[in-house]
């Protein structure tokens, strides 16, 4: 069979590393950015403990690539905040662990083919192109958060923070983040429904002198698997991660669920009806967390309503401590759901 992959993030590059090691596949992957500007736009925080497994799927140990190994992580919320007591979140060097994922396999830098320029040469078509979806049909009613970054060197001692840190906008909107990468270095941004996420980072930049070394930006999706249908375009194209909603929307996470992802198309490529299922039954808990943040940027959230979804959120996150790299408590969930 032979498998084009287009877009080579976290989801693409893993691909392209359990693909290549298949005896009945061939696979060429597809990237719109020059090698030599090819990059992970993103804050680069996981947890090691779900890393770890899937780094090694791929010959690789993801302690390697850890910059920062979390304690905790205070979140102000405004006129409260908690110290969430963190288990395994990490931040990593994600761009030099995609690099060497995709070490020995065969990528076109620089290309960004049209559908039907891959169509007569390939059986399958994977869209791992994150929020552009360019081969998959147009969604309707998604929502993504438009995001900006920069990466910083701080004096030492001049560190703002010793740890990670968030500070949520009201009616949970979004949130800033200022995650550690070691050395004085640092990743701080924003992403807010509400657009307030420049001017939140420029006061931020103003506040703490340091170094800006690099600037990005771009939305992330937050609509969940469910609301991404359809995954194929009924022909050759098929998504994997973000380009169909593979994003925790609480935290705006979506390397582990869209590298997850990527291993549900390996173990179902041959029978796409049932990757698809795989992947609704995965990300179901997805829909609820979708819906609770949609609620409270709209001002819509009871606590009366949908304390049940509430409920189920804290139920699943508190079962999958070790996933989430961090100690969940019913009180700072209630802290956060009234922000
Ligand atoms: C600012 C920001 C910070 C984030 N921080 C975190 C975090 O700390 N932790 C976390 O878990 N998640 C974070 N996320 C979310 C996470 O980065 C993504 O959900 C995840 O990387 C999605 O992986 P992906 O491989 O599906 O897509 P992407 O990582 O978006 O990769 C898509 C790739 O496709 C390429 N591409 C796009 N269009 C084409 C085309 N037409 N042809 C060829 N190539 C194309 C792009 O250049 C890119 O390399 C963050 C997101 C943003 C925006």
């Not at 740890?163 to 807010?192: C, E, Q, R, V």
């Not at 194209?237 to 990527?262: D, N």
């Not at 961090?326 to 700072?332: E, Q, Y």
Request: aromatic share 12%; net charge positive; proline share 4%.
């Amino acid at each position: 069979m032979k498998v084009a992959v287009v877009g080579i993030g976290v989801a693409g590059a893993y691909l392209m590393n359990r693909l290549s090691d298949m005896h009945d596949v061939s696979v060429v992957g597809f990237e719109r950015m020059r090698q030599d500007q090819h990059d992970a736009v993103c804050a680069w925080a996981t947890c090691e403990n779900v890393m770890s497994g899937l780094a090694k799927n791929c010959g690789l140990n993801f302690q390697d690539y850890v910059l920062h190994d979390g304690k905790y992580m205070r979140v102000d919320l405004g006129s409260d905040s908690v110290d969430l007591k963190l288990k395994g979140m990490v931040s990593y060097d994600k761009l030099k662990l995609i690099q060497d994922m995709i070490k020995g396999t065969e990528i076109r830098f620089g290309r960004a083919p049209r559908k039907d320029e891959l169509e007569p040469d390939f059986d399958l078509i994977v869209d791992s192109t994150g929020l552009h979806r360019n081969y998959l049909p147009r969604l309707q009613n998604e929502l993504w958060i438009p995001c900006v970054q920069y990466k910083v060197r701080y004096k030492p001692g001049k560190e703002p923070f010793d740890d990670f840190y968030l500070k949520a906008f009201p009616s949970m909107t979004g949130y800033f983040w200022y995650f550690p990468l070691g050395n004085g270095y640092a990743h701080i941004g924003a992403g807010d429904f509400a657009k307030g996420h420049n001017r939140f980072v420029d006061e931020f930049l103003h506040k703490h002198d340091c170094e800006v070394i690099k600037k990005v930006g771009r939305p992330v999706r937050i609509s969940p698997p469910a609301n991404c249908e359809p995954f194929t375009d009924g022909r050759k194209s098929v998504g994997v991660g973000e380009s169909i909603g593979t994003v925790f929307a609480l935290l705006g996470e979506g390397i582990i669920p869209s590298t997850w992802c990527a291993d549900l198309f390996v173990q179902n490529m041959h029978d796409l009806g049932a990757y698809r299922n795989a992947v609704i039954r995965k990300f179901e808990i997805y829909s609820t967390v979708f819906k609770f943040v949609q609620m409270k940027i709209a001002g819509k959230f009871s606590m009366i309503k949908h304390a049940g979804d509430m409920l189920k959120i804290y139920n699943h996150m508190k079962s999958e401590e070790d996933r989430y790299g961090m100690a969940v408590k019913w009180t700072d969930m209630l802290k956060v759901s009234k922000i």
